[in-house]
């Protein structure tokens, strides 16, 4: 399994920016793929998740509404859609792969406790006031 993650910057708070994670090694309907966050000093987040297994989707609290997760399965490329960014959304994202049948709400509600298997490298964004 293996995870490229791309796409980050530097952009102002309000604008947009769109990560991807280039996934191989594994077939997409039997996984869940989520976007992490870290910023300096403060613990891991999960920002966003989708299951391979039912196609739900997850969103923490902070971003939702902002940030819309998709995939494209013939490309196995997840996207990761950031928009009204604010300074608070600057970390190093990171993208990752579990194998699960569960639903993403399901998955990521036990992330903390069960760490996702796989991971890409991170790709940092930095959001300017």
């Known amino acids: 399994v293996q995870l490229q993650a791309s796409g980050g910057g530097l952009v102002q708070a309000g604008g947009s920016l769109r990560l991807s994670c280039a996934a191989s090694?594994?077939?997409?309907?039997?996984?869940?793929i989520a976007w992490f966050r870290q910023a300096p000093g403060k613990e891991r987040e999960g920002v966003a998740c989708?299951?391979?297994?039912?196609?739900?989707?997850y969103y923490a609290d902070s971003v939702k509404g902002r940030f819309t997760m998709s995939s494209d399965t013939a490309t196995k490329t997840v996207y990761l859609q950031m928009n009204s960014l604010k300074p608070a959304d600057t970390a190093v994202y990171y993208c990752?792969?579990?194998?699960?049948?569960?639903?993403?709400?399901?998955?990521?509600?036990?992330?903390?406790?069960?760490?996702?298997?796989?991971w890409g490298q991170g790709t940092l964004v930095t959001v300017s006031s």
């Open positions: 990752a792969a579990d194998q699960t049948g569960w639903s993403a709400l399901e998955r990521m509600k036990i992330a903390q406790l069960s760490p996702f298997d796989y």
């Open positions: 090694g594994f077939r997409f309907d039997q996984y869940a």
């Open positions: 989708i299951s391979g297994t039912d196609g739900s989707t």
